[in-house]
């Protein structure tokens, strides 16, 4: 169960022990590691007021030399539980500050890409220290970088972890709120967090087009963070209905199929030139 809804078929419930086939997938991700199997895809974020490119959200990949792309409902929670998280929340936390890096020398200046934190990432002691070398070594403006943390990881907070973001965001980067909603959402996380984002999950925007209730809901929860003073992002957009129900509430940014799923860097690049 702590692997995640994923993960169920490597688990053999009568021996209690983990399936061959994990054990398999866990010795191939550790040699993923060290071969640099894993890359980036990217996710555009279009601005609703504009209709103009907002940014990207950075989706790990892992390309398996056999099996192809494997998606991150799956090597995620292996690699939260082994503790493999870091040396890869490391190398996509790097890769995103490179990306940035290298877009900008193409003269591609005005966009934000997001990273998805882990918890245990976030709560190692060198994280803060990381972030910092990572802005030196690339010299790119702070703001165009977005945190990506989660509810779980806000739960946790301590007063000294809280220093951490708040000290993230004192020096440029954006804080955001991932999945707002599904987890142990508390208010007193969005008046009390040093937050810039609040991305709402994909369940709370499925049927606003067709239910009532739900976009009553969705109303409530962007007036609420729009009183905050945060932007707020839709994330699962998939159909013109939504698109349309999110204009009119004042959604700031949208994310989602509608769109465009993630894709990889060569294609991202052709968004900079694209109008909506
Ligand atoms: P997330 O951060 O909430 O990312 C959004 C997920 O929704 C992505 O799944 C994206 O492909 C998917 N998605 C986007 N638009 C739509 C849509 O219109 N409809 C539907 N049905 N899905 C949509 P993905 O790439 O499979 O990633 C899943 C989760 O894995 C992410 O959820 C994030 O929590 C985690 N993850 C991905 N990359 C990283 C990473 O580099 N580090 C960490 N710590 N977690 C990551
Ligand atoms: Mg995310
Ligand atoms: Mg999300
Ligand atoms: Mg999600």
């Not at 494997?70 to 996509?92: C, D, K, R």
Request: with cysteine; charged share 25%.
């Amino acid at each position: 169960k702590e692997m995640g809804r994923n993960c169920f078929v490597f688990y053999n419930p009568d021996q209690n022990v983990y399936s061959h086939e994990r054990l398999l997938l866990e010795n191939e991700m550790r040699r993923a590691l060290r071969e640099n199997q894993f890359q980036l895809f990217f996710q555009p974020q279009i601005d609703l007021a504009t209709g103009s490119l907002a940014g990207f959200e950075s989706l790990a990949r892992w390309n398996h030399p056999q099996k192809g792309m494997i998606s991150p409902g799956l090597f995620i929670p292996i690699a939260e539980e082994t503790g493999m998280i870091l040396p890869l929340g490391a190398t996509v936390l790097r890769d995103a500050f490179a990306t940035v890096a290298r877009w900008r020398e193409q003269g591609k200046e005005a966009f934000k890409l997001s990273v998805n934190i882990s918890g245990r990432q976030f709560y190692q002691k060198n994280f803060l220290s990381d972030v910092m070398d990572l802005r030196d070594r690339y010299r790119i403006p702070p703001h165009s970088i977005e945190l990506e943390i989660t509810e779980s990881i806000a739960m946790q907070m301590t007063p000294s972890t809280m220093d951490v973001l708040l000290q993230l965001r004192k020096e440029g980067f954006l804080i955001s709120l991932d999945d707002f909603g599904t987890g142990y959402s508390s208010l007193k996380y969005l008046q009390e967090f040093p937050l810039d984002c609040l991305k709402i999950d994909r369940s709370f925007i499925e049927h606003i087009d067709t239910d009532r209730r739900q976009r009553g809901l969705l109303a409530s929860i962007v007036g609420m963070a729009k009183s905050l003073e945060l932007t707020v992002v839709a994330e699962g957009v998939e159909t013109e209905g939504q698109l349309s129900v999110l204009t009119d509430l004042g959604c700031d940014r949208i994310q989602g199929y509608y769109y465009s799923p993630p894709v990889p860097e060569h294609q991202a690049l052709e968004f900079f030139s694209r109008t909506t």
